[in-house]
Protein backbone atom coordinates (compact mmCIF):
# COMPACT_ATOMS: atom_id res chain seq x y z
CA UNK A 1 0.00 0.00 0.00
CA UNK A 2 1.33 3.24 -1.10
CA UNK A 3 0.94 6.17 1.29
CA UNK A 4 1.95 9.97 0.96
CA UNK A 5 2.48 12.27 3.89
CA UNK A 6 2.12 15.82 3.76
CA UNK A 7 4.05 18.02 5.86
CA UNK A 8 5.14 21.50 6.48
CA UNK A 9 3.84 25.16 7.99
CA UNK A 10 0.14 25.72 8.29
CA UNK A 11 0.57 29.53 7.94
CA UNK A 12 3.16 31.30 5.42
CA UNK A 13 3.35 35.13 5.49
CA UNK A 14 2.51 36.92 2.56
CA UNK A 15 5.88 37.69 -0.11
CA UNK A 16 7.49 34.53 2.03
CA UNK A 17 8.03 30.71 0.52
CA UNK A 18 5.41 27.74 1.06
CA UNK A 19 7.73 24.93 1.58
CA UNK A 20 5.67 21.70 1.88
CA UNK A 21 7.47 17.91 1.88
CA UNK A 22 5.62 14.56 0.69
CA UNK A 23 6.92 11.49 2.43
CA UNK A 24 5.87 8.80 0.39
CA UNK A 25 6.45 4.86 1.88
CA UNK A 26 5.39 1.62 0.01
CA UNK A 27 7.26 2.80 -2.81
CA UNK A 28 10.18 4.36 -3.94
CA UNK A 29 9.91 7.53 -5.25
CA UNK A 30 12.73 6.26 -7.96
CA UNK A 31 10.07 3.41 -9.43
CA UNK A 32 9.79 3.44 -12.79
CA UNK A 33 6.67 4.91 -14.44
CA UNK A 34 5.70 6.97 -11.94
CA UNK A 35 5.65 10.54 -11.18
CA UNK A 36 5.09 12.83 -8.39
CA UNK A 37 2.91 15.50 -8.04
CA UNK A 38 1.67 18.88 -6.61
CA UNK A 39 -2.00 19.20 -6.61
CA UNK A 40 -3.74 22.29 -4.66
CA UNK A 41 -7.52 23.49 -3.78
CA UNK A 42 -8.22 27.11 -2.79
CA UNK A 43 -11.26 27.47 -0.51
CA UNK A 44 -14.84 27.09 -2.53
CA UNK A 45 -12.78 26.52 -5.68
CA UNK A 46 -11.61 23.49 -7.92
CA UNK A 47 -8.22 21.16 -7.90
CA UNK A 48 -5.42 23.01 -9.55
CA UNK A 49 -2.29 20.73 -10.29
CA UNK A 50 0.92 22.88 -9.82
CA UNK A 51 3.79 20.51 -10.80
CA UNK A 52 5.21 16.91 -11.04
CA UNK A 53 8.46 15.29 -10.44
CA UNK A 54 8.88 12.44 -12.57
CA UNK A 55 10.84 8.89 -11.61
CA UNK A 56 14.06 10.57 -13.66
CA UNK A 57 13.90 13.50 -11.74
CA UNK A 58 12.59 15.41 -14.58
CA UNK A 59 10.16 18.17 -13.37
CA UNK A 60 7.25 19.89 -15.17
CA UNK A 61 5.30 23.11 -14.01
CA UNK A 62 1.40 24.37 -14.27
CA UNK A 63 2.44 27.58 -16.58
CA UNK A 64 0.51 29.29 -14.64
CA UNK A 65 2.55 28.64 -11.68
CA UNK A 66 5.98 27.93 -13.02
CA UNK A 67 7.89 31.12 -12.41
CA UNK A 68 7.46 30.79 -8.72
CA UNK A 69 7.21 27.21 -7.79
CA UNK A 70 10.12 24.22 -7.46
CA UNK A 71 9.42 20.65 -6.99
CA UNK A 72 12.63 18.95 -6.03
CA UNK A 73 13.82 15.52 -4.60
CA UNK A 74 15.53 13.83 -1.97
CA UNK A 75 15.97 9.78 -2.82
CA UNK A 76 17.73 9.32 0.40
CA UNK A 77 14.92 10.48 2.36
CA UNK A 78 12.26 8.86 -0.28
CA UNK A 79 10.62 12.68 -0.59
CA UNK A 80 9.59 15.17 -2.49
CA UNK A 81 8.96 19.05 -2.21
CA UNK A 82 7.47 22.17 -2.95
CA UNK A 83 8.57 25.61 -2.61
CA UNK A 84 6.13 28.17 -3.67
CA UNK A 85 7.47 31.53 -3.59
CA UNK A 86 6.35 35.37 -3.13
CA UNK A 87 2.76 33.44 -1.88
CA UNK A 88 -0.18 36.08 -1.91
CA UNK A 89 -3.49 35.16 0.19
CA UNK A 90 -4.65 33.89 -3.32
CA UNK A 91 -2.63 31.14 -2.55
CA UNK A 92 -4.11 29.89 0.71
CA UNK A 93 -5.59 26.05 -0.24
CA UNK A 94 -5.01 22.58 0.91
CA UNK A 95 -2.33 21.50 -0.71
CA UNK A 96 -1.89 17.84 -1.89
CA UNK A 97 0.69 15.52 -3.08
CA UNK A 98 -0.21 12.83 -5.36
CA UNK A 99 1.44 9.67 -7.44
CA UNK A 100 0.55 9.50 -10.88
CA UNK A 101 1.04 6.88 -13.95
CA UNK A 102 3.69 8.30 -16.18
CA UNK A 103 4.89 6.72 -19.02
CA UNK A 104 6.49 8.45 -22.24
CA UNK A 105 6.14 11.90 -20.75
CA UNK A 106 2.17 11.35 -20.78
CA UNK A 107 0.25 11.03 -17.43
CA UNK A 108 -2.43 8.59 -17.16
CA UNK A 109 -3.89 9.76 -13.93
CA UNK A 110 -3.36 9.24 -10.43
CA UNK A 111 -3.60 6.44 -7.98
CA UNK A 112 -2.75 7.44 -4.88
CA UNK A 113 -3.35 10.96 -3.27
CA UNK A 114 -2.15 12.58 0.77
CA UNK A 115 -4.83 13.37 3.10
CA UNK A 116 -3.71 16.89 2.29
CA UNK A 117 -2.48 19.71 4.36
CA UNK A 118 -4.36 23.09 4.94
CA UNK A 119 -1.74 26.49 4.39
CA UNK A 120 -3.04 29.85 5.37
CA UNK A 121 -1.23 33.09 3.89
CA UNK A 122 -1.97 35.64 6.24
CA UNK A 123 0.51 38.40 8.15
Known amino acids: QVQLQESGPGLVKPSQTLSLTCTVSGDSITSSNYAWSWIRQPPGKGLEWMGLITYTGTTYYSPALKSRTSIARDTSKNQFSLQLNSVTPEDAAAYYC???????????????WGKGTLVTVSS
Open 98 to 112: ARILWSGSSDYGIDY
